[in-house]
Nanobody
Framework: QVHLVESGGGLVQPGGSLGLSCAAS????????MGWYRQVPGKQRELVAS???????TYAGSARGRFTISRDNAKNTMYLQMNSLKPEDTAVYYC???????WGQGTQVTVSS
């Protein structure tokens, strides 16, 4: 069974940067598209960015130009570099493996002065 573990969340000031990681167990990582989603209380979970097994990336409009998604198949790890953070980026961030529909446990990102 695949497990996804996020890390790198925390508190950052507006305009700051933060990097998230998602480490995957098992052998499916390189063959699967991956995504970063986020959720705030009372709202639906929303896609932030995704990256295919062939390294094609997509971004939500709110993330484009500020966030960068990447992956390292040798390390079974996906990343999200977030720059120019805004208070509205505050959320729990989840990684998702499309192959098998597996979610990580989430990591809190808080943007506040």
């Amino acid at each position: 069974q695949v497990h996804l573990v996020e890390s790198g969340g925390g508190l950052v000031q507006p305009g700051g940067s933060l990097g998230l990681s998602c480490a995957a167990s098992g052998n499916d990582f390189s063959r699967s598209g991956m995504g970063w989603y986020r959720q705030v209380p009372g709202k639906q979970r929303e896609l932030v960015a995704s990256i295919s097994s062939g390294y094609v990336t997509t971004y939500a409009g709110s993330a484009r130009g500020r966030f960068t998604i990447s992956r390292d198949n040798a390390k079974n790890t996906m990343y999200l570099q977030m720059n120019s953070l805004k208070p509205e980026d505050t959320a729990v961030y989840y990684c998702y493996m499309y192959r098998g529909g597996v979610w990580g446990q989430g990591t809190q990102v808080t943007v506040s002065s």
